[in-house]
């Protein structure tokens, strides 16, 4: 039987030594194991449903578990892979990698608007007083 406490050895990653079992897909596997033993074990229908009931529920953490470390894994190789790749084009000087024309054009964008004294238009909401309209209008 697996102790919740327990550490889980032979995980990679710098948090492996100090994880509980219900947070790795291993650990749950063992947990999911150690319900369907139980359930096995019992005479009462019940209890046995609800032992295996929880090693359900414990497989589907531990396979939710993988898919979110093959996931976070593939983000990060992808990002490694973009940085490497960003680096040998020599593209990336530590400012970022946008161009000078976009950063003028989104500045040029935003002084239009302040500067044309327009405020959007909000969408009428059914049922809305009149006087919020004009709480608007004053704010300006």
Known sequence: MVE?????SGEGGPLANRRRAEDTAH???????????????????????AHERSADA????????????LSSNARAAAYLRDK????????DNGQGTGSVEQGKTQAE????????GHRAERPRIKGLSATSDRKDQDAD
């Open 58 to 69: 414990w497989t589907s953490r531990a396979d939710l578990l993988e898919r979110l470390e």
């Open 4 to 8: 919740a406490s327990e550490p889980q």
């Open 84 to 91: 490497d790749e960003l680096r040998e084009e020599g593209d």
């Open 109 to 116: 964008g935003g002084q239009e608007e302040k500067g044309a």
């Open 27 to 49: 650990g749950c596997r063992a947990l999911a194991n150690a319900d369907r033993e139980r359930a096995a074990d019992m005479v009462n229908d019940h209890m046995r449903g």
